[in-house]
């Protein structure tokens, strides 16, 4: 799981493509963001809602005008706004592990992008990502903030299967796991994707969207996984609190 630059997903390709066409008009309306992008005008209200809630539109006198967060997303530097690679990067740094980031998308997981540590590689995408949730942390993270219904659904499309002799071994005993996880907590799991390599995730969820941050360590360091996770959680509590990191759905 360690492609080399972002794969977006399409809800980020469309809430960019409103973000440029309001800095490019300086305001539009809803309906016209959605004639002149092309989206169901449903969707763009969805869109438009998000990102005006994140504070990078302003909604005035009916139409859309770039917001105050605007300006962070060509930001630079970890903890300034910066770009998701450069803000991972720098905390893969931190945490001395390479870091992994994914959203829920229409009840999917969808891997947006990892990042490599120094000296320290991620994890290789040996098993498709997005139908192993149930195996890695990441994914088990994810899972952990759908409603009971909605993760039968996603293990109807994508049935548990045997990873390593350590995954979760069938699908009653990960709804067990998953509706013992607290909510905001930190996630682990020791070698259920991988052998050899653990793994912790923090979800983050920002203006109704569900994402969480993970990262791996080679087992022979699984001391300290557990508190590189609360480590974690709290870098993402403090860039949450600072809106140093958004999302964008």
């Given at each position: 799981?360690?492609?080399?630059?972002?794969?977006?997903?399409?809800?980020?390709?469309?809430?960019?493509?409103?973000?440029?066409?309001?800095?490019?008009?300086?305001?539009?309306?809803?309906?016209?963001?959605?004639?002149?992008?092309?989206?169901?005008?449903?969707?763009?209200?969805?869109?438009?809602?998000?990102?005006?809630?994140?504070?990078?539109?302003?909604?005035?006198?009916?139409?859309?005008?770039?917001?105050p967060a605007a300006p962070r997303l060509?930001?630079?530097?970890?903890?300034?706004?910066?770009?998701?690679?450069?803000?991972?990067?720098?905390?893969?740094?931190?945490?001395?592990?390479?870091?992994?980031?994914?959203?829920?998308?229409?009840?999917?997981?969808e891997f947006v992008t990892s990042v490599?540590?120094?000296?320290?590689?991620?994890?290789?995408?040996?098993?498709?990502?997005?139908?192993?949730?149930?195996?890695?942390?990441?994914?088990?993270?994810?899972?952990?903030?759908?409603?009971?219904?909605?993760?039968?659904?996603?293990?109807?499309?994508?049935?548990?299967?045997?990873?390593?002799?350590?995954?979760?071994?069938?699908?009653?005993?990960?709804?067990?796991?998953?509706?013992?996880?607290?909510?905001?907590?930190?996630?682990?799991?020791?070698?259920?994707?991988?052998?050899?390599?653990?793994?912790?995730?923090?979800?983050?969820?920002?203006?109704?969207?569900?994402?969480?941050?993970?990262?791996?360590?080679?087992?022979?360091?699984?001391?300290?996984?557990?508190?590189?996770?609360?480590?974690?959680?709290?870098?993402?509590?403090?860039?949450?609190?600072?809106?140093?990191?958004?999302v964008l759905v």
């Open positions: 799981m360690a492609p080399t630059s972002p794969t977006l997903i399409g809800s980020v390709r469309r809430a960019l493509a409103l973000l440029e066409l309001v800095a490019e008009h300086h305001e539009l309306t809803a309906k016209r963001l959605s004639r002149m992008a092309g989206l169901p005008l449903a969707t763009t209200y969805h869109l438009l809602r998000t990102l005006v809630h994140d504070g990078h539109l302003r909604h005035e006198r009916g139409a859309f005008r770039l917001g060509a930001g630079q530097g970890y903890g300034q706004g910066a770009r998701l690679p450069e803000w991972l990067r720098a905390l893969g740094e931190e945490l001395d592990a390479p870091v992994y980031y994914a959203v829920l998308d229409g009840g999917e997981v490599d540590a120094p000296r320290r590689p991620a994890v290789e995408e040996w098993a498709e990502f997005r139908v192993t949730a149930h195996a890695h942390a990441l994914g088990q993270c994810l899972l952990a903030q759908l409603a009971p219904e909605a993760r039968r659904a996603y293990l109807t499309r994508r049935p548990v299967i045997p990873l390593t002799p350590r995954t979760v071994p069938d699908e009653e005993a990960l709804m067990r796991r998953l509706a013992g996880i607290r909510r905001g907590a930190p996630v682990v799991e020791r070698e259920e994707y991988v052998l050899g390599t653990v793994c912790g995730a923090v979800p983050i969820t920002v203006g109704g969207v569900h994402s969480a941050v993970a990262f791996s360590l080679p087992v022979d360091e699984e001391d300290r996984l557990e508190k590189t996770a609360l480590r974690l959680r709290g870098r993402l509590e403090r860039a949450l609190t600072s809106h140093a990191f958004t």
